[in-house]
């Protein structure tokens, strides 16, 4: 039997049984069999091709968010890339006091500045007395130093405030106790900046209050945005106000609460960041 001849019965078209014959090639072509198959090839490349297409398409799409021009159907509650994707400079390479310092001189440097000050602002450290002095001093402007110290000592020292959050005379918490206070910047938002001056805006969560066997003010979660006013002093951006308001706050996930002992052990052993935009 010849390529040319060749007969089918196994099954035929879908299954219905019919026989198929392939007849030969008019040009002789010895391979002309092999060739018959041509609607069935036919099938797969406009397969692999629609495949293909798919694939194309996907990723335009997928990709479609890094493209900073304007579509007249997209949404424009959007973020572009350049707005929450991180500048990928690294901010500082030193800590004065522990605090990270010397920041650039442009819009990346005064977030950067902002971001790490949250953190230094809202730690644990501001409830002891000589901690907080040099928190402030390399935080604040030196023109607004001393005022901003007067009215945090004055705060910070208060024992009704102290009492409420669960801690004594001294800013110590109960024996057996950890005191909690950290601030996890998640993003900054410039809305102004000059050479000289620049105001940024810190969305941040945090976590307060007290771990431990006992605690009546319990490790909570909260979520604020902080707007920095700051000025570029001394070779640095410096603080010379703030204001804070909630939010913006997400839905919280459906999760078990962590023990008193899993909280302290994880605050211990996980060190924080250096912040950069």
């Known amino acids: 039997m010849s390529l040319g001849d060749e007969r089918e019965t196994s099954g035929g078209y879908g299954g219905t049984g019919q026989t198929r014959t ?5 040009s002789g072509d010895v391979y002309g069999g092999a060739r018959r198959g041509g609607r069935s090839s036919s099938r797969s490349l406009v397969t692999v ?45 030193g800590k004065s006091a522990g605090i990270p310092g010397g920041f650039a001189r442009d819009e990346q440097g005064a977030q950067s500045a902002a971001a790490n000050y949250s953190v230094a602002l809202g730690s644990a450290d501001m409830f002891t007395t000589a901690r907080r002095h040099e928190i402030v001093d390399m935080v604040y402007a030196p023109a607004v130093a001393a005022k901003r110290q007067a009215d945090l000592d004055s705060a910070y ?6 009492a409420n959050i669960g801690l004594g005379e001294d800013g110590a918490a109960p024996a057996g106790q ?8 998640v993003g900054t938002k410039a809305t102004s900046f000059s050479t ?8 941040y969560t945090s976590l307060f209050g007290l771990s ?66």
């Open 22 to 26: 392939r007849l030969p090639e008019s």
């Open 49 to 93: 091709v629609g495949v293909v297409v798919l694939l194309i398409a996907a990723i335009a799409f997928a990709n479609r968010g890094g493209d900073d021009s304007a579509s007249p159907s997209g949404d424009e509650n959007q973020p572009n890339s350049s707005t929450t994707a991180a500048s990928g400079t690294r901010p500082v390479d």
């Open 157 to 162: 020292a208060s024992e009704k405030f102290l």
């Open 178 to 185: 950890t005191f909690i206070s950290r601030v996890i910047p």
């Open 196 to 203: 000289g001056a620049a105001t940024v805006e810190v969305w």
């Open 212 to 277: 431990g066997e006992g605690s009546t003010n319990p490790v909570a979660e909260s979520w604020y945005t902080t707007t920095y006013e700051l000025k570029w002093v001394g070779n640095d951006w410096k603080v010379t106000d703030f204001q804070q308001k909630d939010g913006p706050v997400p839905v919280g996930r459906d999760q078990r609460a962590s023990t008193a002992d899993d909280m302290t052990k994880a605050v211990e052993e996980y060190g924080g960041f250096t912040y950069a935009r």
